[in-house]
């Protein structure tokens, strides 16, 4: 079902466009085949520019209430798993061992005192020769002695627990790094704050290197777009290598102000147009086929990436007399329109779509059929990636509705509905490709290319 998002979203846009042709006799405008079947790295989705990095932070914390005497590492190290990252002050240790012996022998030297009194006590009762107010004093004593006694054995107790903890302390001072990784800082006394305040901070965080992931940016108004646990594919910029993974967090928390830059038509922003983007992670296995820093393209995974790449499977939008003789109108060698036949192979229901076997290839060009086109006219080629209709126009619409699909702003629409003039595709945003420390290093922003 995931391949009929993708077809839908052309034949729909398709249709619009071919409304812009069939307006002018003299001209008829036409898509790439590559790019309505999504072929090669050519798909009608939503890409956002990303860049591969090292994997997931990691971090590792200290008990407050122990002194760490070593850190054995520096920011920049690489460490392996089961490496000594830091250890604890064993001397410490040893003296708060000795201080908790001393206070349970201390205790139980109490418990015993109290019950050789208890002794004395019951002694004079029983022997007979004690007057009424005496024995009565004397049996309150003992019940007081016995609460006393009560109340010191649960403090010894308590006191045992915590020498068996100061034991495994003893036994376990350093502490080791559960990941393999790079230290990406220490919060120690040295790396406070200007404030001291440390208490917010790990200890150590490390960034995995047995992990690694592509990272983008998704604007204010498409947030809804993306969610954590989305399957992606990660496409490489300049060949065919791409990978699947999924969306492992979108960072709400921590925006990345786009104020001043320009809308995806080159449109200035101004302050009551500006939105935050956020960044978003997904995590791969491995980065075969790909370098750390290298700058990709992240696009929702509807399915483009399973079809065979000799396989041309056309929607069923776009062909004429499927059932008989069928055919398609595409551009000629003169750049002329013309009825083209094509040889159909299986049909695919899930896709509605046709195997083409013979009469177009990725490299041609084709309308979508419209009463308005004729044969000879001029061809005019569509690009998805940078082009518009120079008519287009934009409202407002459903302002933070439910159907709009934006938490909090308005839905830009085309004008006369989402199928007026142009292909609801072009809407999709693109954001600034961030450079390996996910620094912005270019001026268009905001924009999201789909090519």
């Known amino acids: ?226 969610y954590e646990g989305m399957e992606v594919i990660i496409r490489s910029r300049i060949d065919d290598t791409l990978k699947r993974a999924s969306i492992k967090t979108i960072d709400f928390k921590n925006p990345v102000s786009s104020s001043g830059s320009s809308d995806m038509y080159g449109m200035s922003e101004d302050d009551t147009t500006s939105s935050s983007k956020y960044p978003f992670y997904a995590e791969l296995d491995n980065t075969e086929g790909f370098i750390i820093g290298q700058h990709v393209y992240i696009e929702p995974d509807y399915g483009q990436g399973d079809s065979d790449e000799n396989t041309m499977m056309l929607p069923s939008y776009y062909i004429n007399d499927a059932q008989t003789s069928a055919w398609v109108w595409a551009r000629d060698a003169n750049e002329r329109l013309e009825k083209r036949a094509v040889t159909l192979g299986t049909y695919d229901s899930e896709m509605d779509a046709y195997e083409v076997k013979e009469g177009l290839s990725a490299e041609d060009f084709i309308a979508t059929p419209d009463d308005s086109l004729k044969a000879g006219m001029k061809c005019v080629e569509f690009d998805f990636s940078t082009d518009a209709p120079s008519d287009i126009t934009f409202e407002e619409t459903n302002a933070g509705s439910p159907d709009a699909g934006i938490d909090d702003g308005g839905s830009v629409m085309p004008a006369g509905g989402s199928t007026g003039g142009y292909s609801p595709g072009m809407m999709n945003p693109m954001f600034v490709s961030p450079d390996v420390s996910g620094a912005d290093t270019s001026s268009e922003t905001g924009e999201v290319q789909t090519n």
């Open 1 to 226: 079902m995931k391949k009929i998002i993708i077809l839908l979203s052309s034949a729909i846009g398709a249709a619009a466009i071919a409304g812009c042709g069939g307006d002018n006799s003299k001209t008829a405008t036409v898509e790439s085949v590559a790019y309505i079947c999504g072929i090669g790295s050519m798909t009608n989705v939503e890409r956002y520019a990303g860049v591969i990095e090292s994997g997931s932070e990691t971090k590792v914390e200290k008990d407050q209430e122990k002194k760490v005497a070593e850190v054995l590492v520096k920011v920049g190290d690489t460490v392996n798993k089961d490496q000594v990252l830091f250890r604890y002050d064993k001397e410490q240790t040893e003296l708060n061992i000795e201080k908790t012996q001393i206070e349970i022998e201390q205790l139980q030297a109490s418990v015993s005192s109290k019950q050789s009194e208890i002794a004395t006590l019951q002694g004079e009762i029983n022997g007979g020769q004690l007057d009424a107010d005496t024995r009565t004093s004397y049996t309150l004593q003992i019940q007081e002695l016995n609460a006393d006694i009560t109340e010191t054995n649960l403090s010894v107790k308590s006191k045992q627990a915590e020498l068996e903890s100061l034991q495994n302390t003893l036994n376990n001072l350093e502490v080791k790094s559960p990941d393999e990784g790079t230290v990406l800082s220490i919060n120690n006394d040295e790396n406070a704050d200007n404030s001291g305040n440390t208490e917010e901070a790990a200890f150590i965080v490390l960034r995995k290197t047995s992990a690694f992931r592509a990272k983008g940016y998704v604007n204010e108004t498409n947030r809804t777009s993306l």
